[in-house]
């Protein structure tokens, strides 16, 4: 069955830098799109990045452009978001999910499988 498990949260000072993983299996995982959200406590489930198949498009949402990056390396089946210059507002369960069907890379309907979460705190 489809595992996705993230790692690599944490607590970090504003302004610092923390890289998260999400190793996949129990699916081709070349054969699919790749996305990282973020859900803050009484908030929706938010997109934070997006990456294709061979990582030859990414995008990103507005509010972490030019400071969070993904990225991916097939052979290990993983995902990466490597995120620097942390705010205090980038604070939440950030959630790696595979895109499963034609719906648009920021939505949240458009992902079937997703990881249990990891926590990241950007506190002083």
């Known amino acids: 069955q489809v595992q996705l498990v993230e790692s690599g949260g944490g607590l970090v000072q504003p302004g610092g830098s923390l890289r998260l993983f999400c190793a996949a299996s129990g699916f081709t995982f070349s054969s699919y799109a790749m996305g990282w959200f973020r859900q803050a406590p009484g908030k929706e489930r938010e997109f934070v990045a997006h990456?294709?198949?061979?990582?030859?498009?990414?995008f990103y949402a507005d509010s972490v452009k030019g400071r969070f990056t993904i990225s991916r390396d097939n052979a290990k089946n993983t995902v990466y978001l490597q995120m620097n210059s942390l705010k205090p507002e980038d604070t939440a369960v950030y959630y790696c999910?595979?895109?499963?069907?034609?719906?648009?890379?920021?939505?949240?309907?458009?992902?079937?499988?997703w990881g249990q979460g990891t926590q990241v705190t950007v506190s002083s």
């Open positions: 999910a595979v895109k499963t069907n034609s719906g648009g890379h920021s939505q949240v309907r458009a992902y079937d499988y």
């Open positions: 990456i294709t198949r061979s990582s030859g498009w990414t």
